[in-house]
């Protein structure tokens, strides 16, 4: 059974539908990473999930329990889960009393309000600063006394927004190692909203993105990035070769698609006639100064009109009748004296391209 399941659900604010028709399933002792832009949802997806607010229609389930039963059940729920806000607030009192303060207002005996909040107070690195004025923190240690705060109840359920946002990036690379320890030593079923896809590639098992209020996608890091479903999820994951094209001919899973005026061909089955994208990820290009013998059934005549270094590797844009971008590794640009203007061979196979019907 999923601890976390949502059906139909929606939201509407003045008029205007925020999310549409989100269905989901989170299973216990999952990381579940919800993307997407700002103003897309995610806030108000995780507010819901918390019982914080009530949808405008459909269902959500906690382990197995339709909350919207009673106020008095939802309360009850709502304990065994922990919200991090994107901007935490912590209160006028020590680092010590901010972590406890969960604690206290359970009930929960002395000693073991010490017990336990001395225990995070060393996982998350504030053990020599837990008499300080948690106000007087920086907003990377306010962020994790927050965590702190949230994790010492020992949660069924941890959802947070935006966990790195706004933080510089040393803050920011210390909260992921923290998250990551939170994973791996409470296995806590985790749900996070994050724009930053690097971050939640990172941290999470599974992924659901979320434009203009619905869930286009979830799977995978790997499925995300290779099968996008359309052009929408492809463009916000950041497939770099998205090409117009018509397929003009289908033989034994072969289609052959007119791409202003090229044709590529590619492993599929799509009729005569689909309007499709092609995508190719830049590594799967091959690019070289002279045309060489391979079994890519892929071949074009290309200029380059720009090179960016990219760390280890070199990003190179070409105009082949159609744009398109290959990564390759600063070595390699090096020896073929890659450069703007220059006539290079470009090929990639069949079995690299994805498409995508309009």
């Known amino acids: 059974m999923s601890l976390v399941e949502t059906v139909n659900l929606c939201q509407r604010f003045d008029g205007r539908d925020v999310l549409k028709n989100i269905n989901l399933k989170v299973e216990r002792g999952e990381v579940f990473a919800v993307i997407g832009p ?15 607010d009530l949808p405008a229609s459909g269902i959500i389930y906690f382990d197995g329990i339709d909350t919207a039963q009673s106020a008095r059940l939802r309360t009850e729920l709502r304990r065994r889960m922990a919200f991090v806000f994107q901007k935490p607030m912590v209160f006028n009192m020590s680092v010590y009393d901010n972590i406890a303060a969960g604690l206290k207002w359970r009930g929960i005996e002395k000693s073991r309000i010490k017990e336990r909040t001395n225990a ?12 300080r004025n948690a106000r007087t923190l920086s907003g990377g240690e306010v962020q994790r006394v927050a965590i702190a705060r949230a994790v010492v109840c020992e949660p069924e359920l941890l959802l947070l927004d935006e ?8 803050s920011a690379a210390r909260i992921e190692t923290l998250v990551t320890e939170i994973i791996r030593r409470r296995k806590t079923t985790i749900i996070m909203a994050t724009h930053d896809m690097s971050h939640g590639q990172r941290l999470a098992d599974r992924v659901g993105v979320l434009l203009n209020g619905e869930i286009l996608q979830t799977g995978d890091w790997r499925e995300l990035f290779s099968s996008p479903q359309n052009k929408e999820v492809a463009d916000f994951v950041g497939v770099e070769n998205i090409i117009d094209g018509k397929v003009v001919s289908n033989q034994d899973g072969i289609v052959a698609i007119n791409a202003g005026g090229n044709i590529i061909e590619a492993v599929a089955d799509y009729p005569v006639g689909e309007e499709v994208y ?9 690019v070289a100064r002279t045309k060489i013998s391979s079994s890519a059934r892929n071949s074009f005549v290309g200029e380059i009109t720009r090179i960016v270094p990219f760390g280890a590797l070199t990003r190179v844009e070409m105009d082949c009748g159609f744009p398109l971008v290959a990564l390759v590794t600063k070595k390699s640009a090096e020896e073929l004296e890659l450069n703007k203007g220059k006539q290079v061979f470009v090929s990639f196979k069949a079995t690299a391209i994805h498409i995508i019907k309009k």
């Open 38 to 52: 700002t103003g897309a949802g995610k806030t108000t997806l995780l507010r819901l999930v918390n019982l914080l």
């Open 163 to 170: 966990p790195t946002a706004n933080l510089d990036p040393g």
């Open 278 to 286: 092609v995508c190719v990820r830049p590594e799967d290009i091959i």
């Open 120 to 131: 995070i107070l060393d996982m998350v690195g504030l053990s020599a600063d837990k008499n």
